[in-house]
């Protein structure tokens, strides 16, 4: 079963660009991203697209369907409104360097901002004991594949170029839930409190917990109730609570 | 021609899957500023994809395991072909490999008393995969991922820039390896059999963002670059997988060792077209999954050869059994090694028993609670859903093989990873050869990559920092200015480039014909004539890629990228085809139909391939036919050449570690009474 599906492909650079129509043929079962890679092969043999594993676990091919950011390797042609044009646009948060590709810098950038694992002094490789139930939370956190539909479609970011010095994004909040999470991280030790770095250096109050994010993460990842709240509620925990802001005074003056 | 831009490092490495990432690590821990150039973007290597899990003898759920056992299990899956040493330094290092994630952050699923779980798969004795779900490589990445991070961190601290002695150079494609003297390339390994003799000078590659030439000058190059599954048409590896490493080491002198060893998975998706070859995973037939052809009968019983009649059920209600009570059962047919199956579930089709779509059947629907396979498959049940339509609570799904993993690979040097004969080439995880012999267990990949990534790492780091350190190799301007005019070529800009205009070749097409050739004549059952008759056409399609032709400029192009890759495809289709011709046996990922048997003279023979002289143009470049220990029925002239070397004897304490009776089929009579 092949039909001819029209597709409106956005075509440019940094300078500029615009979406060309092009006329493509479709097999039945079929997703996105085959159309793409036709069109390559027979119309537009220097489309521009990023991809790369084709089953839903690298997270390159991200882009905008018909305005919703996606995986272009995990949509079929299927549950798209055939009748009219299919848009297919870059990510829009992002600068965009050739055609369906942008740079994604600002989140590596945000990644190194994050300080790592802390392994807990006094355990050698090997000694490591964590129960399945403590390491659930993170673990969720850690199916993420870093497609960044998520800090594509943040409102925060997503048409606000000024906030992004000060917000991490989803992902990247995420990222210190995990490790704030971690059973064995031993930030607090050495000094480091990850909650506060959320709020104060990660932008976490910026989240309005529209769950936007939650909503198109290819994951699944409860984005917003199982990492952005809580850590919410921790930080909120932290600053509120009359002895730890006791404590933290205490300290700061001994020092 | 304006000259690209240099920059000078100690160590590159090229591939930023698990193998790279452990080497750039360890390299910079030694004191190496160390680079690393991907293809794709940083964090999204093929070691993704991988499920299962990393096998290491950590006896965590069986004490009884060790790395003697491990080594033992590794040496049966590859049929007793693997480099021993190579297999030894892997059982004995993986637990090490394995607990050191987790002081990088790694979080694998526990055990009751809070250690890594390990879990059964084929071919190991006991449960030894550490794992995280059935996204085991996605954590093996973001945590070598987050652990360079770490190191760009203390980098930032110390220097005030995260790149001083770590750097990646995302979405970059590496074409040459460059060396220093004569030793390179074209012409050098026309010296037959003793090829290379060179010393790496550094790297040349491009962004493919903008287009734009570089070149790293370094002592030091490792290749950590995978696999070449691209070069065939049903295939579970990902774009990357073109054979890069292979080629690059073959283009700098090294050779290549068991390159007709590839490794076709049983059950790939079969449809709809656009996942044919995605992997389902062993875990459906562990988990009671059965496989049926299009009359409804589990043909599996009929495909149990004579070794393994008396370890698996003959009847359909002790399969069953098995599953309950695997001490008084033997497991169904449905488990038996993956390169059974495959063929198995091959002939089905050939017969005319196939499905729809030219698979056959796996049911978990009929035989496991609806509720239990979505709790226990979870990836399966949803990548079904996504992606065929196909609810495999309620419906069987189809399936059939799909070309998964090479064995073969850059002939190495098994302590150090150096590439033999070679100074400063290292080459780590699938790229490098020896390690699984002819047929890789599941698991053992992920552990190859940590144990031989460090190992590359550290000796590349010390080469650099020591022997090289004194004498520092130099890139030749002339070398950089041919892998410039080689780059161009396609676009017609250099100098004898055909390029555009009548008569220029389409990439996407040339690569289409490429896989159909290796499915179709080297694929998962060969016979000598197709092997002789690919080999022709690899001819006729290096010939036309000559003339490929490209538009467009040299920003983030794919037709030009993949007009690139295809000099690597071709060269590593052809090791492949050349070797499987000369091997006249059958062996763990070789089958040949006119040889069904396995031969015990075989067992020591390593089939090497080097580049051979390139005379004036394609067709006319030298025969292999031409050294005395080459195949006379080598069918085409080609780029390749064959030579045979020897495999050293197993050292006895390793040998002792297996009963008579079993070294018996694997071993000479002679190798046994030594």
């Known amino acids: 079963m092949t039909h001819t599906v029209h597709f409106r492909v956005w075509r440019g650079d940094a300078e500029g660009g615009g979406l060309a129509d092009f006329d493509v043929e479709v097999n039945e079962g079929e997703v996105v991203l085959d159309a793409i890679h036709r069109l390559q092969a027979t119309q537009a043999p220097d489309l521009a697209v990023r991809w790369n594993c084709k089953a839903g676990k690298c997270g390159s091919c991200s882009a905008e369907i018909n305005g919703r950011p996606r995986l272009l390797c995990m949509t079929r042609m299927s549950v798209l409104d055939l009748t009219a044009p299919v848009t297919i646009t870059p990510l829009r948060a992002f600068p965009v360097l050739r055609d369906l590709v942008t740079d994604v810098s600002f989140n590596y950038a945000k990644a190194r901002e994050v300080p790592a694992f802390v392994p807990p002094p006094g355990l050698a490789p090997g000694e490591y004991r964590m129960r399945q139930e403590d390491v659930n939370r993170s673990q969720e956190f850690r199916k993420c594949i870093e497609c960044f539909l998520c800090q594509d479609v943040c409102h925060v970011v997503r048409d606000h170029e000024e906030n992004k010095a000060a917000f991490s994004g989803p992902r990247f909040l995420m990222r210190v839930a995990e490790l704030d999470m971690h059973p064995l991280d031993a930030a607090a030790e050495t000094g480091l409190d990850r909650k506060s770095t959320a709020q104060e250096e990660h932008g976490l109050g910026y989240c309005n917990i529209t769950k936007c994010c939650t909503e198109v993460c290819p994951e699944n990842i409860k984005i917003t109730d199982n990492a952005l709240i809580p850590m919410k509620e921790r930080v909120a925990d932290r600053r509120y609570d009359p002895l730890v802001w006791l404590g933290s005074k205490i300290r700061r003056r001994g020092a | ?674």
């Not at chain 2, 036309?544 to 890759?565: C, I, M, T, Y």
Request: hydrophobic share 40%; proline share 4%.
């Open chain 2, 1 to 674: 021609m304006t000259q690209p831009e240099q920059q000078a490092w100690d160590v590159v490495v090229v591939g930023a899957g698990g193998a790279g990432l452990r080497a750039a690590i360890e390299a910079r821990e030694r004191g190496a500023r160390t680079a690393v150039i991907c293809k794709s973007l940083f964090g999204k290597a093929h070691t993704v994809m991988a499920e299962g899990g990393i096998a290491a003898s950590m006896g965590n759920v069986n004490e009884g395991d060790n790395w003697q056992v491990h080594f033992r299990d590794t040496m049966r899956g590859g049929k007793f072909l693997n480099d021993w040493r190579m297999a030894e330094l892997h059982a004995r290092e993986a637990p090490d490999r394995v607990w050191e994630l987790e002081t990088w952050g790694a979080l694998f699923d526990r055990t009751a008393d809070g250690r890594i779980s390990q879990r059964n798969f084929g071919g190991h004795e006991y449960p030894r995969l550490a794992h995280v779900g059935d996204r085991t490589g996605l954590e093996l990445i973001r945590t070598l991922q987050q652990k360079i991070v770490a190191l760009q961190q203390e980098d930032f601290r110390e220097h005030g820039d995260h790149e001083a002695r770590l750097k990646v150079f995302q979405e970059c494609t590496v074409t040459r390896v460059l060396m220093d003297g004569e030793g390179d390339a074209e012409g050098a390994g026309g010296e037959a059999g003793e090829a290379g003799g060179g010393r790496v000078s550094g790297v040349f590659g491009y962004e493919r963002e903008s287009g734009r030439f570089f070149v790293l000058r370094a002592p030091a190059v490792v290749l950590a670059t995978g696999g070449i599954g691209k070069s065939f048409k049903v295939t579970s590896n990902s774009w990357e997988y073109t054979g890069d490493g292979h080629a690059l080491a073959l283009l700098a002198g090294a050779r290549l060792t068991n390159m007709e060893f590839v490794q076709f998975h049983p059950t790939g998706m079969v449809w709809p077209p656009s996942v044919k070859g995605i992997l389902v995973t062993e875990s459906v037939r562990g988990d009671g999954g059965v496989l049926r052809n299009s009359e409804g009968k589990r043909f599996m019983f009929d495909y149990v050869p004579d070794v393994f009649k008396e370890k698996y059920a003959r009847t359909e209600t002790e399969g069953d059994r098995w599953y309950e009570d695997p001490d008084h059962n033997r497991r169904p047919p449905e488990l038996l090694p993956r390169d059974e199956v495959a063929r198995a579930i091959n002939a089905e089709v050939k017969a005319g028993r196939g499905s729809p779509h030219g698979g056959v059947f796996l049911d978990v629907s009929t035989r496991i609670p609806a509720e239990t396979i979505r709790r226990r498959l979870p990836s399966m049940y949803h990548q079904f859903k996504e992606l065929a339509d196909v609810d495999i609570t309620a419906e069987p799904m189809e399936v059939g093989p799909t070309c998964h993993y090479v064995m073969g690979g850059v002939w190495v040097e098994p302590d150090t990873a150096q590439a033999r004969g070679v100074s400063g080439l290292y080459a780590a995880g699938e790229v490098a050869g020896g390690m699984h012999g002819s047929n890789r267990l599941g698991g053992n990949s992920l552990s190859d990559l940590l144990v031989f990534g460090r190992r590359a790492g550290l000796h590349a780091a010390e080469y650099a920092l020591g022997a090289a350190a004194s004498a520092p190799p130099a890139v030749r301007e002339t070398a950089v200015d041919a892998a410039v005019a080689e780059a161009l070529r396609p676009f017609g800009a250099a100098e004898g480039g055909a390029g555009e205009g009548p008569g220029a070749e389409n990439p996407y097409t040339l690569h289409q014909e490429l896989q159909q050739t290796m499915n179709d004549l080297v694929g998962i059952i060969r016979r000598g004539g197709e092997m002789a008759e690919a080999l022709e056409r690899l001819d006729g399609l290096r010939a036309r890629a000559r003339r490929v032709g490209v538009e467009g400029h040299r920003q983030f192009n794919p037709g030009w990228h993949l007009a690139l890759d295809l000099r690597n495809m071709l060269l590593v289709g052809e090791c492949v085809a050349r070797a499987a011709l000369e091997r006249e046996e059958s062996r763990g990922g070789h089958t040949r139909e006119d040889h069904p048997g396995m031969d015990r003279a075989w067992r020591r023979i390593n089939l090497l391939c080097s580049l051979a002289a390139e005379k004036d143009g394609p067709a006319a470049a030298a025969s292999a036919s031409a050294t005395a220990s080459t195949s006379a029925s080598a069918a085409s002239p080609g780029r390749i050449e064959l030579t045979r070397s020897t495999a050293p004897p197993v050292r006895s304490d390793l040998l002792a570690l297996f009963e008579k009776d079993e070294l018996g089929k694997y071993l000479s009579d002679e190798e046994l009474s030594l």
